[in-house]
């Protein structure tokens, strides 16, 4: 008859494996949290306009452990700032975390009161204009109010800076303002032209290779619009009476 292990003896090496187990996992578990582990350094990359230090203050979370620290929780935070369009955050062991943003820039200003407020071109509400941008359109519209990181309504302010980004080089080097009026979209060129776009219909690189098109042969023939209109499919453009001796718009463009 062949020997084999006991029941006692079975019941023993199962506690000792037990006990072994619950010695690595407890073991592990502490050497995780031990302060070798804990966050020393906040690495950021990519900042221009925005301080490090308010970028590290909304990277706070409880625990100090580099294993508990939540990186999608922290780049929710850091885009939370108006000046931050992306955020990425990876940890780097034993104790850094490194942040790389990507800022926002500014295309547009809008008047509100005696304040300049600089707009990107999702429509966010950035800050005040400091006078250090250069080449921005003004943007304005029936807009009481601007707060830094608020988003401008997109179906009017947004249509207008969609445009914006859409024009052609000959048209973005004319225009001035973007005017917000009744839930339209008006351009206004700098030889005092305004271009009606109306609503965004989802067809905005058309109007602006039309645009393009129609200021392009108004140069060639030495004329200047009062008005361009493409709200609709037929484009009407109503033409500027020039005054004795007033330079045409191909004399004006050629003596730059």
Not at 9 to 33: D, H, K, P, Y
Not at 123 to 144: F, K, N, Q, S
Request: include cysteine; glycine fraction near 10%; hydrophobic fraction near 40%.
């Amino acid at each position: 008859m062949s020997s084999g292990p006991t029941p006692k003896r079975e019941r023993r090496s199962a506690t000792f494996a037990l006990v072994i187990l619950f010695c690595l996992f407890t073991g592990v578990f502490f050497f995780l949290r031990s302060p070798y582990f804990h966050i020393r350094e906040f690495r950021v990359e990519g900042l221009e306009r925005v301080g490090k230090d308010e970028i590290v203050a909304r990277c706070a979370q409880d625990s100090p452990s580099i294993f508990a620290f939540d990186t999608a929780k922290a780049e929710e935070i850091i885009e939370l700032s108006p000046w931050i369009e992306t955020a990425e955050v990876r940890r780097k062991l034993p104790d850094t975390v490194v942040i790389r943003v990507t800022e926002r820039t500014p295309v547009a200003f809008m008047p509100v009161g005696d304040t300049l407020w600089l707009i990107d071109a999702e429509a966010r509400v950035l800050g005040e204009d400091d006078g250090t941008w250069t080449g921005l359109i003004a943007i304005t519209g029936p807009e009481a109010s601007a707060t830094p990181g608020q988003f401008l309504d997109r179906n009017t302010y947004g249509w207008g800076l969609k445009a914006l980004m859409s024009l052609g080089p000959l048209a973005g080097e004319k225009l001035t303002e973007i005017s917000v009026q009744g839930g339209e979209v008006s351009l206004i060129l700098d030889d005092g032209c305004r271009v009606l776009l109306g609503n965004d219909s989802g067809d905005i690189a058309v109007k602006a290779a039309v645009l393009e098109s129609v200021l392009e042969d108004l140069s060639h023939e030495g004329k200047m619009a009062e008005r361009i209109d493409l709200r609709y499919e037929k484009v009407a453009i109503k033409l500027r009476l020039l005054e004795p001796g007033e330079p045409t718009t191909g004399e004006g463009l050629s003596g730059q």
